[in-house]
């Protein structure tokens, strides 16, 4: 059975920090890319940041110099560390995991940043 379960969302100022985590528990398969998307209302699913197993990374423009990715590959984890937030960055954040063939998503956290 396989799942992908996030944490760490919630409200903050504007300029706080944030840090999600997602654990996938996928079994029998090789996890390969992981990567954090988010979906404001009214608005498409945008990717924020991608890591692959060797470690390399991508970002959003709009969260270059804020927003770090990482990942633990012996626990199947990755973290989206978030400083500096806006209130552009109100979204529900969602993990995605690739293990070839397939791309699997968690059922997202709401992040608010709001004063």
């Known amino acids: 059975q396989v799942q992908v379960v996030e944490s760490g969302g919630g409200l903050v100022r504007p300029g706080g920090s944030l840090r999600l985590s997602c654990v996938a528990s996928?079994?029998?398969?090789?996890?390969?890319?992981m990567a954090w998307y988010r979906q404001a209302p009214g608005k498409q699913r945008e990717l924020v940041a991608l890591?692959?197993?060797?470690?390399?990374?991508d970002y959003a423009d709009s969260v270059k110099g804020r927003f770090t990715i990482s990942r633990d590959n012996a626990k199947n984890t990755v973290y989206l560390e978030m400083n500096n937030l806006k209130p552009e960055d109100t979204a529900v954040y969602y993990c995605n995991t690739q293990a070839f063939p397939v791309s699997y998503w968690g059922q997202g956290t709401q992040v608010t940043v709001s004063s």
């Open positions: 890591i692959g197993t060797s470690g390399s990374t």
């Open positions: 996928i079994s029998g398969s090789r996890i390969s890319a």
